[in-house]
């Protein structure tokens, strides 16, 4: 099998994943215990059956169950999302997406991008000095980056910044490039609207945007810094013991060369499963980190419609995360074929 077609069948795979993850978000939305429609209408205490109905007739619960899940399958694979109820109501669900994801996806770049860039040279590094001082102190600073949970570092964090010209001897406001609005609140990604380039074209604003999701990037890839640290340096001293590593050690190859091409390259094949996971919690792990740090993503509009109840926005959101966790693991299996050259040649 090519490495082509291998791509081709995991395309082709993730669609009946699509269609159950959908199908059973719509079961337990419009099947489940909870009414939508009283849901949404709870807080009206003007509350009638006029209006229940009305509800009811809007989110298409009047029809036959089969006829509505067709109909709500058919709209969100069309990409219309329909309407809020609760919050910003009245407004489409497309363009919330539209407006909130790329901070959501801005925030989650930079935290994968933290934790690989971080946490996997420092396990290599420990691995490779294995039972040195440096890998004690690698190790043992993974256990503590992994045990601190996610609220209180960006709590712990926030503190430390609000209060950094005291605390370190400088403001980080002003640090770099001027952060008007401070530490929290949304990173200015709207010149880049319509124009991907200006990331480039542009590099203060960029330089801006990384600095104002800096922190809540470090909070949200902290965990998984100190997941793929421990991780790498288990990788790594697997593959150290393998003959193929004694082979090449016996032909005479240079150390250095048999690091970063035979150990190196093969320790990344266990971590390209460990990255991906972490990135589906990321998604997650974003709600809480753009609650407290004030930026209005994708985490952070799904926990205020689940809070209030809006059931049919919590629907919608909840087709756009599988999307996304179905591209996650496309790259995964993308990247596998890179690292490990033997997949898609053996037919799995």
Do not use: C
């Not at 298409?60 to 899940?69: A, C, E, N, R, S």
Request: hydrophobic share 50%; proline share 5%.
């Amino acid at each position: 099998m090519s490495r082509l077609k291998y791509i081709a069948k995991r395309f082709l795979l993730s669609v009946p994943v699509l269609w159950l993850g959908t199908s059973l978000t719509w079961f337990i939305i419009y099947q489940g215990p909870v009414d939508p429609a009283a849901n949404l209408l709870s807080g009206n205490e003007r509350l009638t059956e006029a209006k229940y109905e009305a509800a009811r007739t809007e989110l298409g619960l009047d029809q036959p169950p089969l006829q509505h899940y067709l109909d709500w399958m058919w709209s969100l694979f069309t990409l219309d999302l329909g309407q809020t109820w609760l919050i910003y109501a009245g407004s489409d669900v497309g363009a919330l997406v539209i407006d909130f994801l790329p901070r959501t996806v801005w925030l989650g770049f930079w935290s994968v991008l933290v934790a690989v860039f971080v946490g996997v040279p420092l396990g290599f590094y420990a691995g490779i000095r294995s039972n040195t001082v440096a890998d004690y102190i690698a190790s043992v600073s993974g256990i503590v980056w992994r045990a601190m949970p996610n609220f209180w570092l960006a709590v712990i964090l926030l503190s430390i910044l609000v209060g950094s010209e005291s605390l370190l001897g400088f403001d980080w406001d002003t640090f770099l490039i001027d952060l008007p609005s401070g530490v929290t609140g949304n990173p200015g990604l709207s010149y880049m609207a319509g124009d991907p380039l200006a990331l480039f074209t542009q590099p203060e604003q960029t330089l801006a945007a990384i600095k104002k999701i800096l922190p809540a990037a470090l909070v949200l890839g902290s965990a998984s810094m100190g997941n793929e640290m421990r991780i790498g340096r288990t990788a790594v001293l697997e593959t150290k013991t393998e003959q193929y590593v004694d082979f090449a050690r016996a032909r005479g190859v240079p150390g250095r060369l048999i690091v970063w091409k035979h150990v190196f390259r093969n320790a990344l094949v266990p971590l390209v499963p460990v990255i991906t996971t972490e990135a589906f919690l990321l998604i997650g792990g974003s709600v809480l980190v753009e609650s407290v740090f004030g930026i209005n993503g994708m985490g952070k509009l799904f926990f205020d419609a689940a809070i209030q109840g809006d059931l049919p926005l919590v629907g919608s959101l909840m087709f756009v995360f599988i999307v996304l966790m179905l591209a996650i693991n496309i790259a995964q299996d993308i990247l596998y074929t890179l690292i490990d050259p033997r997949v898609g040649y053996d037919g799995n």
